[in-house]
């Protein structure tokens, strides 16, 4: 069964610092997506990863895919307040369901 | 253009009665998925619809069913609720398998 674990889980920053979140995941899978959600409120979709290497950006966040070692990384360059939010990471399981990390609670200070 | 549309916002059911979630998916999506989120999780898979079947399932019990409509909308049931089924229910739908998941604000239940 696949399995998504993100890492950290809870991230509390200060404005103006870099930071990376970790998605691993078990099996292999070739589409990867990136979610944010706000508190009380439903998931926006930030990312669309669709092969090996691939690496987009918006803004002060990029995403990265590594198929072979199953990680993708979500980088925050620069933090802002706007930027609190949680973080979703979930994975197309080749069975017509995506599965979801956890989540990083992320948490951006003055 | 609306978007995923879900009702009602809130719910509010006392253990064993039986509850309908609606979802109507933006348009153009002929693919409806319904997750469960409870608080401070992730969502977790419930199940996908498409041409009006079940395509795949998540562990959910039983109590858990589902319909999709000719015009692509979608009702999630559930069953003999108990008080663990309380949870934020978000429905998403999708054009293609490569497209992220558009999600509706979703509706929030209660159990009591």
């Known amino acids: 069964e696949l399995k998504v674990e993100q890492n950290p889980l809870f991230l509390s920053m200060q404005e103006g610092k870099n930071y990376t979140i970790y998605c691993n995941y078990s099996?292999?899978?070739?589409?990867l997506y990136w979610y944010r959600q706000d508190p009380g409120k439903s998931l926006e979709s930030l990312f669309v990863?669709?092969?090996?290497?691939a690496v987009k950006q918006e803004g002060r966040l990029m995403a990265s895919l590594d198929t072979k070692a199953r990680l993708s990384t979500l980088h925050i360059t620069a933090a802002v307040h706007d930027l609190s939010a949680t973080y979703f990471c979930?994975?197309?399981?080749?069975?017509?369901?995506?599965?979801f990390g956890a989540g990083t609670r992320l948490t951006v200070k003055p | 253009d609306a978007g995923v549309t879900q009702s009602p916002t809130h719910l509010i059911k006392t253990r064993g009665q039986q509850v309908t979630l609606r979802c109507s998916p933006k348009s153009g999506h002929d693919t409806v998925s319904w997750y469960q989120q409870a608080l401070g999780q992730g969502p977790q898979f419930i199940f996908q619809y498409y041409e009006e079947e079940e395509r795949q399932r998540g562990n959910f019990p039983d109590r858990f069913s589902g319909h999709q409509f000719p015009n692509y909308s979608s009702e999630l049931n559930v069953n003999a609720l108990l008080l663990g089924d309380s949870a934020l229910y978000l429905c998403?739908?999708?054009?293609?398998?490569?497209?992220?998941?558009?999600f509706g604000n979703g509706t929030r239940l209660t159990v009591t």
């Open positions: 990863l669709l092969s090996n290497g």
């Open positions: 099996t292999t899978s070739d589409r």
């Open positions: 979930a994975v197309d399981s080749r069975t017509n369901d995506m599965r």
């Open positions: 998403a739908s999708s054009p293609n398998k490569n497209s992220p998941l558009h």
